[in-house]
């Protein structure tokens, strides 16, 4: 992602959590079709779906 480590740097000094999703992605075959994962910077109904799906995932391990 462009500006990525700008980013990463402003929130690591925030101390915002942050969610590395890019394994998820990986797996999921994104690297070999991009529009069905992403489309303007943003991700699709399916790039959506691993993204919820990381983010439960991680706020239930947090409460625990």
Known sequence: ???A???FVF???AGLATLDTSAAFA???A???TDAY????HYTDR?????AKLIADALKAAKD
């Open 27 to 29: 797996s999921a075959g």
């Open 5 to 7: 480590p700008s980013r």
């Open 47 to 51: 790039g959506n779906a691993i993204a």
């Open 31 to 33: 690297n070999r079709d």
């Open 38 to 41: 992403f489309v303007a910077g």
């Open 11 to 13: 929130v690591k000094r």
């Open 1 to 3: 992602c462009r500006g």
